[in-house]
């Protein structure tokens, strides 16, 4: 089971100092990267990105909420990137993508939308490290979590282990203690959270009342 907070939630005026209190206890990064047009909000890019690379070892898994993410690739990697992942709905069939992701040294994943059915991403989940499965609508940190996303991770887990692939199920959106645990029942094991983090009076204790409830504690 794997943590990664959004930075989206943390203060980006003393970014490094919240990454740096909490990066003992997470497993990576979650970095929404948004450009105001396939989402309708603006978050940060390469300049952030690069500047937060020289001050932490922990992978960035760059979320891209973008129209046009192959043409980020090369720049994100020299950012200090580490893995991509591309929203279903922007590249159907997203074969190009992947390699190009490969190609410029990235690890790739899949998004996909609430509304966004799992037999979109099924033909190319064997091309995904990550399959990244989204509980509400992206854009905005701090939303409720849609439940009924829930079956989609229970059918990407089945088909998952099925065929034998090795990518991680995460999910992102309104992930708290107890949504977190309804999620990890559908198969995820990897648990993005920015408000339930970063937005608690103690994001240490926070990453730990996840990782409780995901590993079946609390
Ligand atoms: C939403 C982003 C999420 C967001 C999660 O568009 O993709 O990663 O930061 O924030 P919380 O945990 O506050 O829902
Ligand atoms: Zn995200």
Do not use: W
Not at 73 to 78: G, H, N, S, V, W
Not at 83 to 105: F, K, N
């Amino acid at each position: 089971m794997k943590i990664a907070p959004s930075i989206l939630a943390a203060d980006l005026a003393r970014l490094a100092d919240d990454v740096a209190r909490v990066a003992p206890y997470v497993d990576f990064l979650h970095v929404d990267v948004m450009d105001g047009h396939f989402v309708p909000n603006l978050s940060f890019g390469m300049p952030v990105i690069a500047a937060l690379r020289r001050t932490t070892s922990l992978e960035f898994d760059c979320h891209l909420m973008v129209t046009n993410p192959i043409a980020l690739f090369e720049p994100l990697r020299e950012a200090g990137a580490d893995l991509v992942t591309v929203h279903i709905e922007v590249h159907p069939d997203p074969r190009g993508a992947a390699a190009a992701a490969r190609s410029a040294g990235l690890r790739f994943g899949l998004v996909l939308n609430p509304a966004t059915p799992f037999g979109a991403v099924a033909p190319f989940v064997e091309l995904c490290d990550q399959l990244l499965v989204m509980a509400v609508v992206p854009g905005f940190g701090g939303q409720r979590f849609i439940p009924e996303v829930l079956p989609k991770v229970e059918a990407a887990r089945k088909f998952i282990d099925s065929s034998g692939i090795h990518a991680d199920i995460e999910i992102d959106g309104g992930v708290t203690p107890e949504t977190a645990r309804l999620a990890r029942d559908a198969g995820a094991n990897a648990f993005v959270a920015g408000t339930a983090i970063f937005g608690s009076d103690d994001p240490v204790a926070a990453v730990g009342r996840l990782r409780d409830a995901v590993n079946g504690k609390a």
